[in-house]
Every structure is written in structure tokens, then in C-alpha cells.
């Protein structure tokens, strides 16, 4: 296209970008996290999933501050407030009034409430730290035998195939069971907590590392990762500044995936007995206890159970919506 003569010379020497200053601007560029954001955004049944986590979290962060506003000490006996024939709150529906928001245990008449919010601290707490550490591992090991192929490949994937084979419940139970009550410097369920975590993080590990193993052998032979060979790039570099940024996005899919698992896999081991012990709450020993007494008081189990539903379905429904949100070939 050519510039009529009969232009000044300052049209002619404008700029292509000049013709954009009426229409806002320059264009701005988004980046991949940008764009998953947007599409995140798009998804109501996502977010509201990722809001229940964060007020799980909080009310699990700051429990001793809402036991204090709307309840009472989770340890504390109520035997006044229960039906000595009955054995269950006086009053109907299980003691459920605006000073028990969940009502009250039986035999003992603890406040429900109290003890579903600090159930909220050890599941999770040991949920969180088990999936930190089996992210961990299986990343690492994911990717270097991924990366490097060969004999590693081989040896790190029948280490997952005998991982996977294991019987990790009755490997637990059997574990968990023989526990001291000193050891490693701690003692008590600060020592359950700890091997709980470890037992379940460490066998865990391989479901992540198989992901990550198969993403892997499929960006090895990228262009981005031969460009970095051909400049020289040592296997290091290549692994932390090429791979890595690439695999977040499976990470943080299967992280929201994982968490779940590993709270129902804490509370069935604290509903078979084997986990942290009594008095310090948790969903699946609630549960456990309530097992023997939900005929004569349904809110015992029904509360401690809606905790453990809600958390998985809240981290599931957030799992669906970052794994759309991420996925480059989504629409």
C-alpha cells in the first residue's frame, strides 16, 4: 500500500501502531496463568468448591477462636445436660440448640461442634503433609525417569509397580498399631500424627510419579527441550527450568485429587482405631465412636460424616475445574 503524495510529511512518517491509538490502546498480551485464571473464573461450581477449602482451612487454622465465639472447649464433659436413662442429650433433636450449634455427644456430653472443628486440624493437617510428601517423591521420581529413560526408567517403574502392589491398609494398620509412645523425640499423638503422615506420603508417591513419568516422556522430545540441548543445557537446568514449569499444571490437578484420598484413607484408619487417639478429635474416630451409638443419637455420626463429604467433594469439584481451566485444548 502505498502513502498518497499529497500527504504531509508527518502522516507519512507516523508509526502502524499510530492507527491503534483510537481503539485503546497497545494489545497487551496474557500469560498461561492469566488465561486459566479467566477460564477458572467462568466456573461458578469450581470457585464455590475452592471457597468450602478456604473456610475449611481458616475454621481449621483458627479453630480455638471459633470454639471460643460459638462453642465451648472440645474436651469439656456436659454429663448435666444428658438424660441419665437415655444416655443421650435431654431435649429433642440430639441437644441442638444456639450453645450447641450440633448438639452434644452421648454418655459424656461433649459439644459435637467443637470437636467436628478440631477434627478439622489433624485431617487435614495430615492430608496437607502427606501430600506434600508424596508430591515430593513421585515428582522427582517421575521426572528423572522420565527424563533420563534406560535402566533408571526401569528400575524406578517396577519400584512404583511394587508400591502400587503393596497392601498399604494392612501395612498401615499393622504399623500404626505397634507404634511406642516415645520416639524420634516426640511422643503421644505428635508421634502418630508424624508416622501417619510419613506412612501415608511415602506410599503414595507412586500415582503422582506415574503422571508425571508419562507427561515427561512426551516433553523430552519437545522443541523447547532440544533448543535447550543444543545450547548447551545440562540435564539440571533442563529438568528445573524446562520441565518443571511445564508439569505444574498436573501437579496442582492431582495435588486437589490426592488430598481427599489421603483424608478419607486418615479417617479410616482412625475409625478402625489405629490412628490418633482419644480425647484429641478427628472425623474418622468420631465416626468409629459414633458407629455403636447413631441409633440413639444420628446427629453423632451425621455431622463428623458431613465434614469428611463436604471436603472431598469441595477438593473434587476443584480438581475438575483447574483441570479444564489448565488444559491447553480446552475451549
Known sequence: MTVPLDLPDSARRAKPEAGLAGMGGTIQGRSLGQIAWLRLRRDRVALAGGLVILVLVLVAIFAPLVVRLLGHPPTEFHEDLIDPSLQVARGPRGGISWDFLFGLEPVNGRDLFSRVVYGARI?????????????????????????????????????????????????????????????????????????????????????????????????????????????????????VRELLPNLVAPILVYTTLLIPTNVLFEAALSFLGVGVQPPTPTWGGMLSEASRLYTIAPNFMIFPGLAIFVTVLAFNLLGDGLRDALDPRAR
Open 123 to 239: 485431617s487435614l493437617l495430615i492430608a496437607f503433609l502427606a501430600t506434600l510428601l508424596s508430591m515430593a517423591i513421585g515428582t522427582t521420581m517421575g521426572i528423572v525417569a522420565g527424563y533420563f529413560g534406560g535402566w533408571i526408567d526401569t528400575v524406578i517403574s517396577r519400584l512404583m509397580d511394587l508400591f502400587l502392589a503393596f497392601p498399604l491398609l494392612l501395612f498401615a494398620i499393622a504399623l500404626v498399631g505397634v507404634i511406642p509412645d516415645h520416639g524420634f523425640g516426640l511422643s503421644g499423638n505428635t508421634l502418630r500424627v508424624a508416622m501417619l503422615v510419613v506412612i501415608i506420603g511415602f506410599f503414595g508417591w507412586p500415582y503422582i510419579g506415574r503422571i508425571i513419568r508419562g507427561q515427561t516422556l512426551s516433553l523430552r522430545e519437545r522443541e523447547f527441550v532440544d533448543a535447550a540441548r543444543s545450547l548447551g543445557a545440562r540435564s539440571p537446568y533442563i529438568i
